[in-house]
């Protein structure tokens, strides 16, 4: 498994909720997580993600997987 700090995956939950007009907190309660937990994973520091919980953010959001993760490139 590769170190930590290569990961290169960035989070595009910001981006989402304002176009949705939706906060941080609703997010949350809609999809059944704490706001902290959301919090970690809006600022990139989430090491995963359950696939039900990638599952209720897109439901909510009304978007793809690829809507919200994005991977860059090696520098």
Do not use: Y
């Not at 704490?34 to 953010?57: C, D, P």
């Amino acid at each position: 498994m590769p170190p930590e700090e290569d990961h290169r995956v960035t989070v595009h939950l910001d981006r989402l909720l304002a176009q949705r007009e939706m906060t941080l907190t609703e997010l949350a309660d809609r999809v059944g997580i704490t706001l902290a937990n959301l919090s970690v994973l809006e600022n990139g520091r989430a090491r995963a993600i359950r696939f039900s919980t990638l599952t209720a953010l897109c439901d909510v959001l009304r978007c793809q997987p690829a809507d919200l993760f994005t991977v860059e490139p090696p520098s």
